[in-house]
Each structure stands twice: as C-alpha cells, then as structure tokens.
C-alpha cells in the first residue's frame, strides 16, 4: 500500500503554469503506475495524464496534450504534473492516484490509491 499527498496548487492567472508534486510514502513507489485526475463541481472524475512504472509510457487526455506533462522521480518517490497554458476550464481538484500495475488507465474506478487533492483556480 502508499499514502499519496499532492501539493502546488493555488491561484494562477489564465494562461500562466502550475507545476503539482505527489509524494508518496513507503519504499515501494516504482512498483505503482501513477495518475493524474481533475475533478470540477458536480462533474464526474475525469482523466488527467499517466504514466507506467517506467517513465517512457506516458499518456494524456487529448484536451491537455502539448500542454501538460507528466513526469516521476522513483529516487524521491514523487509524481509530478507540469501544467502550462492554464485555461479557465481547467479549474478543479486535482487528484493523484496510484495502481498495483506496470501500466494504469483512464477510468478512475481501476485505481488503488488516491491523494486529498489539491486545489487549481485559474482566473482571467
């Protein structure tokens, strides 16, 4: 099992960059594929990007692509999400989430762990 803390969201102006850290607990992180979710008021959870044990598998939703990037760092047990060209479409919680697999998904009902969340308000 892992304890998932996400952390770098606040207040950015339409347009601006955000970079979110998830740190994990535990000494077996590598072993997890890893995730990244938005969830806005009164919508469902939605797919974010992803990235395997290994991090050359990556994937994203097409809304983010060549925006965002996700990226790990299994020496400090951390998952980022590097978000540029902030829309205001994009304001919601933003979750990380990990699964017991060499790849994950995009349906969130297939993760194992998930953070509290963290917090992205883009304002124009």
């Known amino acids: 099992q892992v304890q998932l803390v996400e952390s770098g969201g606040g207040l950015v102006q339409a347009g601006g960059s955000l970079r979110l850290s998830c740190a994990a607990s535990?000494?077996?992180?590598?072993?997890?594929?890893m995730g990244w979710f938005l969830q806005a008021p009164g919508k469902e959870r939605e797919f974010v990007a992803g990235?395997?044990?290994?991090?050359?598998?990556?994937f994203y939703a097409d809304s983010v692509k060549g925006r965002f990037t996700i990226s790990r760092d299994n020496a400090k047990n951390t998952v980022y999400l590097q978000m540029n060209s902030l829309q205001d479409e994009e304001t919601a919680v933003y979750y990380c989430?990990?699964?017991?697999?060499?790849?994950?998904?995009?349906?969130?009902?297939?993760?194992?762990?998930w953070g509290q969340g963290t917090q992205v308000t883009v304002s124009s």
């Open positions: 535990g000494r077996t992180f590598s072993s997890y594929a």
């Open positions: 989430a990990g699964k017991t697999a060499k790849l994950g998904g995009t349906d969130y009902r297939v993760y194992d762990y």
């Open positions: 990235i395997g044990r290994s991090s050359v598998n990556t």
